[in-house]
């Protein structure tokens, strides 16, 4: 398996509508071996570029890896299912940031997973059923996901947003899982903000 690390000193170009630029942080992305991986990596660098995702990095360290599970720990991880739509490619790199901004927020996070553990008492455990592939993971995605939707309001607008969960509740049914959760977030936004706030939870400058 030969190995290429891109190191990207990219600078946010600020989107329609934002008020001032922020600088993206420096980003190190890992090639696993194929073509399919450079392609990605050529879409991840645009996408740095086209939008100021400053507020979302939180791991500097990126991988793409063909046929891959997408996860945040101990590197965060991408694969080339999505190489030709950009909306879905956006959206999981922030999906996998925001892992990353949840550990760090400690005690808050493991207290708005457990509230929604209770809330969402009926919540389905395996892929199959839509979840996340056990309790505890469905529960801590219905605050990642929450996060992922108000994130993509800021960056795509709020119709946009909409139609990218919509895409995500699709690409669920197809074995992904997850769609129970993003249905979810569709339905109860009013519940799963309120959650996200009472433990301080908001994204930097999406208050």
Request: charged letters at 20%; one cysteine or more.
């Amino acid at each position: 398996m030969r190995k290429l690390i891109l190191v990207l000193a990219l600078a946010g170009v600020v989107p329609a509508g934002s008020v001032a630029a922020a600088q993206t942080p420096t980003v190190s992305i890992e090639l696993a071996h194929d073509s399919v991986s450079e392609q990605v990596k050529d879409q991840l660098e645009r996408l740095l570029k086209e939008y100021d995702l400053s507020r979302w990095i939180f791991t500097k360290k990126i991988r793409i890896e063909q046929g891959a599970r997408p996860h945040s720990h101990p590197v965060l991880t991408l694969n080339t299912r999505y190489a030709t739509n950009d909306r879905l490619m956006l959206a999981g790199f922030v999906h996998e940031q925001i892992h990353w901004f949840l550990v760090g927020k400690g005690r808050g996070a493991s207290k708005a997973t457990a509230e929604a553990a209770q809330r969402y008492s009926s919540a389905p455990e395996r892929i199959s059923d839509g979840g996340a592939g056990s309790r505890d993971s469905t529960t801590l995605h219905l605050v990642v996901c929450q996060l992922e939707f108000e994130s993509l309001r800021a960056l795509l607008g709020a119709d946009t947003a909409t139609a990218v969960v919509q895409e995500q509740i699709t690409e669920g049914a197809s074995g992904l899982g997850y769609q129970w959760i993003y249905q979810k977030v569709l339905d109860d936004q009013n519940g799963l903000s309120a959650l996200i706030r009472k433990y301080k939870l908001t994204l930097p400058g999406l208050q």
